[in-house]
Protein backbone atom coordinates (compact mmCIF):
# COMPACT_ATOMS: atom_id res chain seq x y z
CA UNK A 1 0.00 0.00 0.00
CA UNK A 2 1.26 3.42 -1.09
CA UNK A 3 0.44 6.42 1.09
CA UNK A 4 1.51 9.99 -0.53
CA UNK A 5 0.42 13.50 0.62
CA UNK A 6 1.25 16.82 -1.12
CA UNK A 7 -0.40 20.45 -0.55
CA UNK A 8 -2.32 23.37 -2.62
CA UNK A 9 -3.67 26.68 -2.24
CA UNK A 10 -5.80 26.78 0.72
CA UNK A 11 -5.70 23.03 1.57
CA UNK A 12 -4.63 20.32 -0.09
CA UNK A 13 -3.84 16.36 0.82
CA UNK A 14 -3.02 13.61 -1.52
CA UNK A 15 -3.98 10.47 -0.09
CA UNK A 16 -2.39 6.68 -1.60
CA UNK A 17 -4.90 3.95 -0.94
CA UNK A 18 -4.52 0.27 -1.87
CA UNK A 19 -7.82 -0.42 -3.57
CA UNK A 20 -8.27 -4.19 -4.51
CA UNK A 21 -11.50 -4.73 -6.76
CA UNK A 22 -12.91 -7.96 -5.96
CA UNK A 23 -16.49 -8.45 -6.67
CA UNK A 24 -18.26 -11.23 -6.01
CA UNK A 25 -21.61 -12.28 -6.06
CA UNK A 26 -22.73 -11.68 -2.93
CA UNK A 27 -21.23 -8.58 -2.86
CA UNK A 28 -22.52 -7.59 -5.58
CA UNK A 29 -26.15 -7.69 -3.91
CA UNK A 30 -24.48 -5.71 -1.70
CA UNK A 31 -23.14 -3.71 -3.34
CA UNK A 32 -19.89 -5.17 -3.52
CA UNK A 33 -17.00 -5.47 -0.68
CA UNK A 34 -16.07 -1.97 0.55
CA UNK A 35 -11.88 -0.43 1.75
CA UNK A 36 -12.32 2.27 3.84
CA UNK A 37 -10.16 5.80 4.57
CA UNK A 38 -10.93 7.38 7.52
CA UNK A 39 -9.79 10.44 9.66
CA UNK A 40 -9.91 12.90 6.78
CA UNK A 41 -9.68 16.13 8.95
CA UNK A 42 -10.54 19.36 7.30
CA UNK A 43 -9.71 22.72 8.95
CA UNK A 44 -10.98 24.99 6.17
CA UNK A 45 -13.74 25.66 3.69
CA UNK A 46 -13.22 24.53 0.29
CA UNK A 47 -10.40 22.08 1.03
CA UNK A 48 -9.51 20.56 -2.45
CA UNK A 49 -8.65 16.75 -1.49
CA UNK A 50 -6.63 14.62 -3.78
CA UNK A 51 -6.51 11.07 -3.10
CA UNK A 52 -4.15 8.62 -5.13
CA UNK A 53 -4.74 4.78 -4.83
CA UNK A 54 -3.38 1.63 -6.75
CA UNK A 55 -5.83 -0.85 -8.10
CA UNK A 56 -5.12 -4.15 -8.86
CA UNK A 57 -6.49 -6.11 -10.74
CA UNK A 58 -7.86 -10.12 -10.50
CA UNK A 59 -5.80 -12.68 -13.05
CA UNK A 60 -7.57 -12.77 -15.90
CA UNK A 61 -8.92 -8.97 -15.28
CA UNK A 62 -8.69 -6.54 -16.81
CA UNK A 63 -11.88 -4.32 -16.18
CA UNK A 64 -13.82 -2.86 -13.45
CA UNK A 65 -16.12 -0.54 -12.09
CA UNK A 66 -16.17 1.21 -8.21
CA UNK A 67 -18.16 4.15 -6.47
CA UNK A 68 -16.71 6.13 -4.12
CA UNK A 69 -18.39 8.70 -1.69
CA UNK A 70 -17.36 10.54 1.36
CA UNK A 71 -18.80 10.29 4.81
CA UNK A 72 -18.62 11.32 8.35
CA UNK A 73 -17.81 9.56 11.54
CA UNK A 74 -20.48 7.21 12.57
CA UNK A 75 -22.16 7.00 9.22
CA UNK A 76 -23.10 3.54 7.78
CA UNK A 77 -22.26 2.76 4.41
CA UNK A 78 -26.03 3.50 3.88
CA UNK A 79 -26.14 6.36 5.03
CA UNK A 80 -26.93 9.62 2.40
CA UNK A 81 -23.05 10.67 1.91
CA UNK A 82 -21.89 14.08 2.80
CA UNK A 83 -19.85 13.81 -1.07
CA UNK A 84 -21.09 11.07 -3.95
CA UNK A 85 -18.19 11.21 -5.96
CA UNK A 86 -19.92 9.00 -8.26
CA UNK A 87 -18.66 5.99 -10.56
CA UNK A 88 -15.52 5.40 -11.66
CA UNK A 89 -14.39 2.51 -14.45
CA UNK A 90 -10.93 1.36 -14.35
CA UNK A 91 -9.23 0.12 -17.75
CA UNK A 92 -6.05 -0.36 -16.25
CA UNK A 93 -4.38 -1.10 -13.04
CA UNK A 94 -1.63 1.14 -11.20
CA UNK A 95 -1.91 4.81 -9.61
CA UNK A 96 -5.19 6.57 -10.09
CA UNK A 97 -5.72 9.90 -8.80
CA UNK A 98 -9.22 11.04 -7.03
CA UNK A 99 -9.87 14.62 -6.77
CA UNK A 100 -12.64 16.54 -5.22
CA UNK A 101 -13.29 19.64 -2.69
CA UNK A 102 -15.06 19.82 0.65
CA UNK A 103 -17.26 22.88 1.39
CA UNK A 104 -17.04 22.58 5.05
CA UNK A 105 -14.57 21.95 7.57
CA UNK A 106 -14.82 18.56 10.03
CA UNK A 107 -13.97 15.18 10.13
CA UNK A 108 -14.64 12.95 6.86
CA UNK A 109 -13.94 9.54 5.88
CA UNK A 110 -13.74 8.23 2.07
CA UNK A 111 -15.71 4.68 1.22
CA UNK A 112 -15.02 3.06 -2.05
CA UNK A 113 -17.22 0.64 -3.02
CA UNK A 114 -17.14 -2.51 -6.16
CA UNK A 115 -20.98 -1.86 -6.75
CA UNK A 116 -21.71 -5.27 -8.72
CA UNK A 117 -20.00 -7.45 -11.31
CA UNK A 118 -21.23 -7.44 -14.74
CA UNK A 119 -20.18 -8.69 -18.10
CA UNK A 120 -18.05 -7.98 -19.83
CA UNK A 121 -16.49 -5.69 -16.69
CA UNK A 122 -14.43 -8.68 -15.24
CA UNK A 123 -16.71 -10.87 -13.72
CA UNK A 124 -15.88 -13.21 -10.86
CA UNK A 125 -17.22 -15.78 -8.66
CA UNK A 126 -18.40 -16.26 -4.82
CA UNK A 127 -15.29 -17.95 -4.24
CA UNK A 128 -12.72 -15.24 -5.66
CA UNK A 129 -10.11 -14.09 -2.60
CA UNK A 130 -8.92 -10.60 -2.82
CA UNK A 131 -5.49 -10.13 -3.23
CA UNK A 132 -5.61 -6.85 -0.69
CA UNK A 133 -7.39 -5.33 2.08
CA UNK A 134 -8.33 -2.42 3.58
CA UNK A 135 -6.19 0.68 3.71
CA UNK A 136 -5.14 2.25 7.25
CA UNK A 137 -6.41 4.82 8.60
CA UNK A 138 -4.67 8.17 8.29
CA UNK A 139 -5.47 12.38 8.52
CA UNK A 140 -5.48 14.29 5.46
CA UNK A 141 -4.25 18.11 6.96
CA UNK A 142 -4.98 21.26 5.04
CA UNK A 143 -1.66 23.39 4.27
CA UNK A 144 -2.71 27.19 5.24
CA UNK A 145 -0.87 29.83 4.58
CA UNK A 146 1.33 32.16 6.66
CA UNK A 147 0.34 36.20 7.78
CA UNK A 148 2.58 39.09 7.08
CA UNK A 149 2.13 39.87 10.77
CA UNK A 150 3.03 43.24 12.41
CA UNK A 151 4.58 43.98 15.73
CA UNK A 152 2.28 45.62 18.09
CA UNK A 153 3.34 48.71 20.37
CA UNK A 154 2.55 49.77 23.88
CA UNK A 155 2.10 53.54 24.33
CA UNK A 156 0.45 55.42 27.18
CA UNK A 157 2.48 56.24 30.89
CA UNK A 158 3.99 53.12 32.41
CA UNK A 159 2.23 53.87 35.85
CA UNK A 160 -0.02 52.45 37.78
CA UNK A 161 -3.92 54.25 37.32
CA UNK A 162 -2.19 55.19 33.90
CA UNK A 163 -4.17 53.63 30.73
CA UNK A 164 -1.88 51.51 27.88
CA UNK A 165 -2.76 50.75 24.84
CA UNK A 166 -1.54 48.21 22.15
CA UNK A 167 -1.46 48.98 18.97
CA UNK A 168 -1.42 46.01 16.76
CA UNK A 169 1.15 46.72 13.82
CA UNK A 170 0.13 46.11 10.20
CA UNK A 171 -0.95 42.91 8.94
CA UNK A 172 -1.76 41.24 5.84
CA UNK A 173 -4.05 40.01 5.54
CA UNK A 174 -6.32 41.55 8.29
CA UNK A 175 -7.21 38.57 10.96
CA UNK A 176 -9.52 38.87 14.16
CA UNK A 177 -7.27 40.29 17.03
CA UNK A 178 -7.19 38.84 20.39
CA UNK A 179 -5.05 40.50 23.57
CA UNK A 180 -3.18 39.07 26.47
CA UNK A 181 -0.93 41.71 28.84
CA UNK A 182 1.79 39.95 30.24
CA UNK A 183 3.76 40.90 33.55
CA UNK A 184 7.49 40.52 33.38
CA UNK A 185 6.01 37.85 30.67
CA UNK A 186 3.33 36.30 32.82
CA UNK A 187 0.32 36.63 31.47
CA UNK A 188 -2.12 38.86 33.75
CA UNK A 189 -5.76 37.19 34.07
CA UNK A 190 -8.44 39.10 32.74
CA UNK A 191 -6.08 41.27 30.90
CA UNK A 192 -7.65 40.48 27.81
CA UNK A 193 -8.43 43.96 26.07
CA UNK A 194 -6.77 46.13 23.92
CA UNK A 195 -6.04 48.94 26.98
CA UNK A 196 -4.54 48.32 30.13
CA UNK A 197 -4.64 49.84 33.59
CA UNK A 198 -1.41 49.49 35.87
CA UNK A 199 -2.57 48.23 39.20
CA UNK A 200 -0.70 48.00 42.34
CA UNK A 201 0.66 44.73 42.05
CA UNK A 202 2.42 45.93 37.89
CA UNK A 203 4.78 48.43 40.27
CA UNK A 204 8.32 47.91 39.43
CA UNK A 205 7.54 44.87 36.66
CA UNK A 206 8.05 45.66 33.20
CA UNK A 207 4.50 45.22 31.03
CA UNK A 208 4.19 43.53 26.95
CA UNK A 209 1.42 42.41 25.09
CA UNK A 210 0.78 39.10 22.92
CA UNK A 211 -1.15 39.90 20.42
CA UNK A 212 -2.73 37.20 18.47
CA UNK A 213 -4.14 37.03 14.75
CA UNK A 214 -6.79 34.09 13.53
CA UNK A 215 -8.05 34.20 9.88
CA UNK A 216 -9.78 30.60 8.30
CA UNK A 217 -7.14 29.62 5.57
CA UNK A 218 -4.15 30.99 7.79
CA UNK A 219 -1.78 29.65 10.28
CA UNK A 220 -2.92 31.49 13.61
CA UNK A 221 -0.14 33.44 14.73
CA UNK A 222 1.05 35.88 17.98
CA UNK A 223 3.24 38.61 17.99
CA UNK A 224 4.70 40.19 21.16
CA UNK A 225 5.06 43.73 22.17
CA UNK A 226 9.01 45.19 23.04
CA UNK A 227 8.07 45.70 27.08
CA UNK A 228 7.53 48.76 28.70
CA UNK A 229 9.53 50.67 31.13
CA UNK A 230 9.16 49.58 34.82
CA UNK A 231 5.94 50.34 35.92
CA UNK A 232 6.09 53.42 38.67
CA UNK A 233 4.23 54.22 41.13
CA UNK A 234 0.86 55.90 40.54
CA UNK A 235 1.02 60.11 40.98
CA UNK A 236 -2.02 61.61 42.38
CA UNK A 237 -3.49 64.87 40.66
CA UNK A 238 -4.04 67.40 43.35
CA UNK A 239 -5.60 69.99 44.77
CA UNK A 240 -4.39 72.80 46.75
CA UNK A 241 -6.23 72.18 50.52
CA UNK A 242 -8.49 75.50 51.98
CA UNK A 243 -9.00 76.68 55.52
CA UNK A 244 -12.93 78.34 56.61
CA UNK A 245 -13.95 78.80 59.79
CA UNK A 246 -13.57 82.05 62.24
CA UNK A 247 -10.02 82.70 63.15
CA UNK A 248 -10.44 83.09 66.78
CA UNK A 249 -9.16 81.82 69.70
CA UNK A 250 -11.98 78.85 70.50
CA UNK A 251 -13.39 79.01 66.63
CA UNK A 252 -13.33 75.85 64.89
CA UNK A 253 -11.40 75.58 61.40
CA UNK A 254 -12.35 72.95 58.73
CA UNK A 255 -9.70 71.56 55.94
CA UNK A 256 -11.23 70.89 52.63
CA UNK A 257 -8.95 68.74 50.97
CA UNK A 258 -10.35 69.82 47.68
CA UNK A 259 -10.59 66.77 44.63
CA UNK A 260 -7.88 64.30 44.14
CA UNK A 261 -7.39 61.65 41.31
CA UNK A 262 -7.39 59.14 42.19
CA UNK A 263 -8.98 59.27 45.45
CA UNK A 264 -6.67 58.79 48.31
CA UNK A 265 -6.91 57.76 52.13
CA UNK A 266 -6.30 61.87 53.31
CA UNK A 267 -4.02 62.58 56.61
CA UNK A 268 -4.26 65.99 57.84
CA UNK A 269 -1.39 68.00 59.62
CA UNK A 270 -2.43 71.47 61.46
CA UNK A 271 0.30 74.41 61.36
CA UNK A 272 0.73 77.19 63.37
CA UNK A 273 3.22 80.04 61.71
CA UNK A 274 5.03 77.00 59.86
CA UNK A 275 5.35 74.71 63.14
CA UNK A 276 3.28 71.41 63.31
CA UNK A 277 0.77 71.66 66.29
CA UNK A 278 0.95 68.13 68.07
CA UNK A 279 -2.16 65.71 67.95
CA UNK A 280 -3.67 68.56 65.22
CA UNK A 281 -4.11 65.48 62.82
CA UNK A 282 -7.70 65.75 61.65
CA UNK A 283 -9.57 67.60 59.35
CA UNK A 284 -11.20 70.32 61.72
CA UNK A 285 -8.71 72.30 64.32
CA UNK A 286 -9.99 74.02 67.02
CA UNK A 287 -8.26 77.25 67.97
CA UNK A 288 -6.73 77.50 71.62
CA UNK A 289 -5.11 80.36 72.85
CA UNK A 290 -1.58 79.73 72.18
CA UNK A 291 -2.96 80.36 68.39
CA UNK A 292 -3.51 83.70 69.30
CA UNK A 293 -1.85 86.11 66.95
CA UNK A 294 -0.30 83.39 65.00
CA UNK A 295 -1.65 81.96 61.14
CA UNK A 296 -2.41 78.63 60.42
CA UNK A 297 -1.94 76.22 57.71
CA UNK A 298 -2.84 73.16 57.01
CA UNK A 299 -1.04 69.94 55.29
CA UNK A 300 -2.80 67.54 53.67
CA UNK A 301 -1.41 64.17 52.65
CA UNK A 302 -2.72 61.61 50.43
CA UNK A 303 -1.51 57.91 50.19
CA UNK A 304 -2.93 55.10 48.40
CA UNK A 305 -1.62 52.02 47.50
CA UNK A 306 1.05 51.94 44.42
CA UNK A 307 0.80 55.76 44.08
CA UNK A 308 3.66 58.05 45.34
CA UNK A 309 2.33 59.76 48.78
CA UNK A 310 1.75 63.44 48.17
CA UNK A 311 1.02 66.63 50.60
CA UNK A 312 -0.05 69.77 49.47
CA UNK A 313 -0.58 72.67 52.27
CA UNK A 314 -3.08 75.43 52.28
CA UNK A 315 -2.51 79.17 51.95
CA UNK A 316 -2.24 80.95 55.26
CA UNK A 317 -5.40 82.02 57.81
CA UNK A 318 -6.17 85.40 58.57
CA UNK A 319 -4.36 85.79 62.00
CA UNK A 320 -6.24 84.43 65.04
CA UNK A 321 -7.59 86.43 67.38
CA UNK A 322 -9.01 86.11 70.70
CA UNK A 323 -6.04 86.29 72.50
CA UNK A 324 -6.62 87.25 76.36
CA UNK A 325 -4.05 89.27 78.35
CA UNK A 326 -3.26 88.60 81.77
CA UNK A 327 -3.13 92.31 83.10
CA UNK A 328 -3.16 94.47 86.32
CA UNK A 329 -5.05 97.34 86.68
CA UNK A 330 -2.25 100.76 86.65
CA UNK A 331 -1.59 102.88 88.95
CA UNK A 332 -0.70 106.68 89.54
CA UNK A 333 1.60 107.98 91.67
CA UNK A 334 2.95 111.36 92.40
CA UNK A 335 1.23 114.48 94.19
CA UNK A 336 -2.20 115.67 93.63
CA UNK A 337 -0.96 119.23 93.88
CA UNK A 338 -1.07 121.46 90.47
CA UNK A 339 2.12 121.38 88.48
CA UNK A 340 3.12 117.97 90.02
CA UNK A 341 3.99 115.05 87.91
CA UNK A 342 1.95 111.91 87.94
CA UNK A 343 3.25 108.73 86.51
CA UNK A 344 1.26 105.33 85.44
CA UNK A 345 3.11 102.09 86.14
CA UNK A 346 1.55 100.04 83.42
CA UNK A 347 1.70 97.12 85.48
CA UNK A 348 2.02 93.21 84.21
CA UNK A 349 0.70 92.00 81.03
CA UNK A 350 1.13 88.70 80.11
CA UNK A 351 2.00 88.43 76.65
CA UNK A 352 3.61 91.73 77.13
CA UNK A 353 2.15 94.03 74.50
CA UNK A 354 2.23 97.15 73.33
CA UNK A 355 1.17 99.87 75.54
CA UNK A 356 -0.56 103.19 75.26
CA UNK A 357 -1.41 105.78 77.30
CA UNK A 358 -4.39 108.11 78.12
CA UNK A 359 -4.57 110.67 81.02
CA UNK A 360 -8.32 111.73 81.36
CA UNK A 361 -9.80 114.71 83.80
CA UNK A 362 -13.24 113.97 85.52
CA UNK A 363 -13.54 110.95 82.83
CA UNK A 364 -12.64 112.87 79.78
CA UNK A 365 -9.50 112.83 77.47
CA UNK A 366 -7.01 115.42 78.04
CA UNK A 367 -5.69 115.94 74.96
CA UNK A 368 -2.19 115.43 74.21
CA UNK A 369 -2.07 113.78 77.52
CA UNK A 370 -0.97 110.11 76.09
CA UNK A 371 2.39 109.39 77.99
CA UNK A 372 3.35 107.49 80.79
CA UNK A 373 3.60 110.68 82.49
CA UNK A 374 1.55 114.20 83.15
CA UNK A 375 1.65 117.27 84.61
CA UNK A 376 -1.36 118.38 86.28
CA UNK A 377 -2.39 121.77 84.96
CA UNK A 378 -4.99 124.39 86.68
CA UNK A 379 -7.37 123.09 85.02
CA UNK A 380 -7.11 119.71 87.16
CA UNK A 381 -7.97 121.15 90.67
CA UNK A 382 -10.39 120.01 92.32
CA UNK A 383 -10.92 117.49 89.13
CA UNK A 384 -10.87 113.47 89.49
CA UNK A 385 -8.00 112.34 86.89
CA UNK A 386 -7.55 108.65 85.84
CA UNK A 387 -4.98 106.94 83.25
CA UNK A 388 -6.24 104.47 80.79
CA UNK A 389 -3.64 102.44 79.84
CA UNK A 390 -4.58 99.76 76.52
CA UNK A 391 -2.25 96.80 75.27
CA UNK A 392 -2.62 95.86 71.71
CA UNK A 393 -0.73 92.35 70.25
CA UNK A 394 -1.41 91.02 66.74
CA UNK A 395 -4.04 88.55 67.75
CA UNK A 396 -4.78 89.37 71.02
CA UNK A 397 -7.74 91.03 71.59
CA UNK A 398 -7.31 94.47 72.31
CA UNK A 399 -7.52 95.20 76.55
CA UNK A 400 -7.76 98.74 78.20
CA UNK A 401 -7.37 99.07 81.97
CA UNK A 402 -8.03 102.48 84.18
CA UNK A 403 -6.21 102.95 87.16
CA UNK A 404 -8.46 104.27 90.34
CA UNK A 405 -9.58 107.73 90.85
CA UNK A 406 -7.42 110.75 92.18
CA UNK A 407 -8.60 113.57 92.69
CA UNK A 408 -6.62 116.51 92.27
CA UNK A 409 -6.42 119.50 95.23
CA UNK A 410 -8.38 122.98 94.60
CA UNK A 411 -6.16 125.54 94.91
CA UNK A 412 -7.38 129.08 96.90
CA UNK A 413 -8.11 131.77 95.02
CA UNK A 414 -6.94 134.34 97.17
CA UNK A 415 -3.45 133.85 98.90
CA UNK A 416 -1.72 137.08 99.45
CA UNK A 417 2.01 138.29 100.51
CA UNK A 418 1.76 139.03 104.27
CA UNK A 419 3.30 142.16 105.77
CA UNK A 420 4.72 142.55 109.39
CA UNK A 421 4.15 146.07 111.25
CA UNK A 422 5.71 147.33 114.73
CA UNK A 423 9.13 148.65 115.52
CA UNK A 424 11.66 146.96 114.86
CA UNK A 425 14.36 147.05 117.72
CA UNK A 426 14.75 144.28 120.68
CA UNK A 427 12.37 144.15 122.71
CA UNK A 428 9.22 145.11 120.55
CA UNK A 429 6.77 143.31 119.24
CA UNK A 430 6.32 142.30 115.66
CA UNK A 431 2.69 141.77 114.16
CA UNK A 432 1.90 139.42 110.82
CA UNK A 433 -0.69 141.06 108.70
CA UNK A 434 -1.83 138.00 106.33
CA UNK A 435 -4.19 139.40 104.41
CA UNK A 436 -7.39 137.98 102.94
CA UNK A 437 -7.42 134.30 102.01
CA UNK A 438 -10.43 132.91 100.17
CA UNK A 439 -12.58 130.73 100.11
CA UNK A 440 -13.45 131.23 103.44
CA UNK A 441 -12.37 129.90 105.70
CA UNK A 442 -8.78 129.43 105.50
CA UNK A 443 -6.71 128.20 108.32
CA UNK A 444 -3.34 130.14 108.59
CA UNK A 445 0.00 129.03 110.38
CA UNK A 446 2.55 131.44 111.28
CA UNK A 447 6.52 131.01 111.47
CA UNK A 448 8.84 133.49 111.81
CA UNK A 449 12.53 133.28 110.48
CA UNK A 450 15.66 134.92 111.37
CA UNK A 451 18.07 135.70 108.53
CA UNK A 452 16.06 132.77 106.34
CA UNK A 453 15.81 130.05 109.24
CA UNK A 454 12.63 129.23 111.07
CA UNK A 455 13.14 130.56 114.71
CA UNK A 456 11.75 127.96 116.98
CA UNK A 457 8.85 128.13 118.81
CA UNK A 458 8.17 131.15 116.99
CA UNK A 459 4.79 129.99 115.83
CA UNK A 460 2.21 132.93 116.57
CA UNK A 461 0.89 135.76 114.55
CA UNK A 462 3.00 137.94 116.77
CA UNK A 463 6.45 138.01 117.69
CA UNK A 464 8.35 139.93 120.15
CA UNK A 465 12.20 141.07 119.26
CA UNK A 466 14.87 139.20 121.51
CA UNK A 467 18.69 140.40 122.00
CA UNK A 468 19.59 137.24 119.10
CA UNK A 469 17.81 139.66 116.61
CA UNK A 470 19.80 142.06 116.95
CA UNK A 471 21.40 142.90 113.28
CA UNK A 472 19.47 140.26 111.74
CA UNK A 473 16.65 140.00 109.08
CA UNK A 474 13.35 139.25 110.32
CA UNK A 475 10.16 137.75 108.01
CA UNK A 476 6.80 135.92 108.87
CA UNK A 477 5.45 132.86 106.31
CA UNK A 478 2.24 132.44 106.62
CA UNK A 479 0.63 129.32 105.47
CA UNK A 480 -3.09 128.95 104.47
CA UNK A 481 -4.73 125.73 104.77
CA UNK A 482 -8.42 124.06 103.55
CA UNK A 483 -9.85 120.62 103.20
CA UNK A 484 -9.51 119.20 99.52
CA UNK A 485 -6.94 122.41 98.99
CA UNK A 486 -3.97 122.74 98.60
CA UNK A 487 -1.81 124.55 100.95
CA UNK A 488 0.18 127.80 100.16
CA UNK A 489 2.68 129.53 101.95
CA UNK A 490 3.36 133.58 101.56
CA UNK A 491 7.00 134.96 102.99
CA UNK A 492 6.82 139.12 103.96
CA UNK A 493 9.25 141.06 103.29
CA UNK A 494 12.28 140.73 105.50
CA UNK A 495 12.74 143.43 108.11
CA UNK A 496 16.52 144.48 109.87
CA UNK A 497 16.06 144.93 113.35
CA UNK A 498 18.37 147.43 115.05
Known amino acids: MLLSQFGKSLAAAAVALALVL ?4 AQAAEYGSSVTVANIDVDVAGAAVEVTYDAAFLPGCDDGWFRAKVLRPGDDGDAPPALSLGYYRLTSPGSHTLAFTLSEPGDYFIVFESPWAVAPFCPTTEESTPTGGPSANFTITPTLDNFTAGIPAVSGSAKVGSVLT ?9 PTFSYQWLRNGSSIPGATAKTYSPVTADAGATLSTKVT ?5 YVTATRTSVSTGVVAGGIFTTVRPSISGTTKVGGVLTATSGTWSPKPVYGYQWKRNGVAISGATKATYTLLKADAGAKLT ?3 TGTKAGFTSATSTSASSAVVSG ?9 VSGSLKVGAVLTASSGTWTPKPSLSYQ ?11 T ?3 YTLQKADAGGKVTVAVTGKKSGFTTVTRTSIVKTVEKQLTSAPTPTVKGTANIGKVLSAVPGTWTPQPVNLTYKWTRNGSVISGATASTYTLKA ?3 GKRISVIVTGSKTGYTSVSRTSVEKTIS
Not at 22 to 25: D, G, H, L, R, S
Not at 359 to 369: E, F, L, S, V, Y
Open 22 to 25: VPTA
Open 166 to 174: VSSGTWTPT
Open 213 to 217: GVRTG
Open 298 to 300: VSV
Open 323 to 331: GAFATAAPA
Open 359 to 369: WKRNGTAIPGA
Open 371 to 373: KAT
Open 468 to 470: ADK
